[in-house]
């Protein structure tokens, strides 16, 4: 069963940064359709982050300060993120997609606050 396991999620100040890590088992990354961060707020909806899909797209919301990256050796995909918000806070997942499979992590909290 393919499982997608986040890291690296917890309690940083306003203007912070954090990693966020997700590794992947049995599904390997190199055959994915797509792959991304999305975050959920409390009572907002589900919204992509940065996602790749051929190429690298990033919601206006963090332009500049978010990088994705993917690492097929490892089979992981990070997200760094900089001079981290308060509205930054959210429950922040991995996903993937593949032949019309789409694959969720269980999440990681990330909460910014002074």
């Known amino acids: 069963q393919v499982q997608l396991v986040e890291s690296g999620g917890g309690l940083v100040q306003p203007g912070g940064s954090l990693r966020l890590s997700c590794v992947a088992s049995?599904?390997?990354?190199?055959?994915?359709?797509?792959l991304g961060w999305y975050r959920q707020a409390p009572g907002k909806e589900r919204e992509l982050v940065a996602g790749?899909?051929?190429?690298?797209n990033y919601a206006d919301s963090v332009k500049g300060r978010f990088t994705i990256s993917r690492d097929n050796a490892k089979n992981t995909v990070d997200l760094q993120m900089n001079s981290l918000k308060p509205e930054d806070t959210a429950v922040y997942y991995c996903n993937m997609r593949r032949s019309g499979f789409t694959y969720w992590g269980q999440g990681t909290q990330v909460t910014v606050s002074s």
């Open positions: 790749i899909i051929g190429r690298i």
């Open positions: 049995i599904i390997n990354i190199f055959s994915v359709d797509s």
